[in-house]
């Protein structure tokens, strides 16, 4: 059974940090890019960041440039999202999902979702 579950969201004060992992199974994680969106209630779906196979390739959304960085261990079939300098507008529910390219728009799996929470 392909399975992405991410983990790690929260509550957090402004300016603080999180860590999010996505972690895959039932599939070969190396294999994919992984992408980041989040989506707060009432609001579309954003883009928030893509990681290549390698992860020799990172793009983010210009809101967070900076103040994220994806990273990945294949090994462990796991993605991360080191969030820092958390503002109050990063509150959302941040999802996973793989595909085959970050260039590519379609997704082949995708998570439940963890919520974050950046609030005093």
Same mark, same amino acid.
């Given at each position: 059974?392909?399975?992405?579950?991410?983990?790690?969201? *929260?509550?957090?004060?402004? /300016?603080? !940090?999180?860590?999010?992992?996505?972690? #895959? $199974?039932?599939?070969?994680?190396? &294999?994919?890019?992984?992408?980041?969106?989040?989506?707060?209630? *009432?609001?579309?779906?954003? /883009?928030? !960041?893509?990681?290549?196979?390698?992860? #020799? $390739?990172?793009?983010?959304?210009? &809101?967070?440039?900076?103040?994220?960085?994806?990273?990945?261990?294949?090994?462990?079939?796991?993605?991360?999202?080191?969030?820092?300098?958390?503002?109050?507008?990063?509150?959302?529910?941040?999802?996973?999902?793989?595909?085959?390219?970050?260039?590519?728009?379609?997704?082949?799996?995708?998570?439940?979702?963890?919520?974050?929470?950046?609030?005093?």
């Amino acid at each position: 059974q392909v399975q992405l579950v991410e983990s790690g969201g *929260g509550l957090v004060q402004p /300016g603080g !940090s999180l860590r999010l992992s996505c972690a #895959g $199974s039932g599939f070969t994680l190396g &294999s994919y890019a992984i992408a980041w969106f989040r989506q707060a209630p *009432g609001k579309e779906r954003e /883009g928030v !960041s893509c990681i290549s196979t390698s992860g #020799g $390739s990172t793009y983010y959304v210009d &809101s967070v440039k900076g103040r994220f960085t994806a990273s990945r261990d294949n090994v462990k079939n796991t993605v991360y999202l080191q969030m820092n300098s958390l503002k109050p507008e990063d509150t959302s529910v941040y999802f996973c999902a793989a595909k085959r390219a970050c260039r590519l728009a379609s997704l082949d799996y995708w998570g439940q979702g963890t919520q974050v929470t950046v609030s005093s």
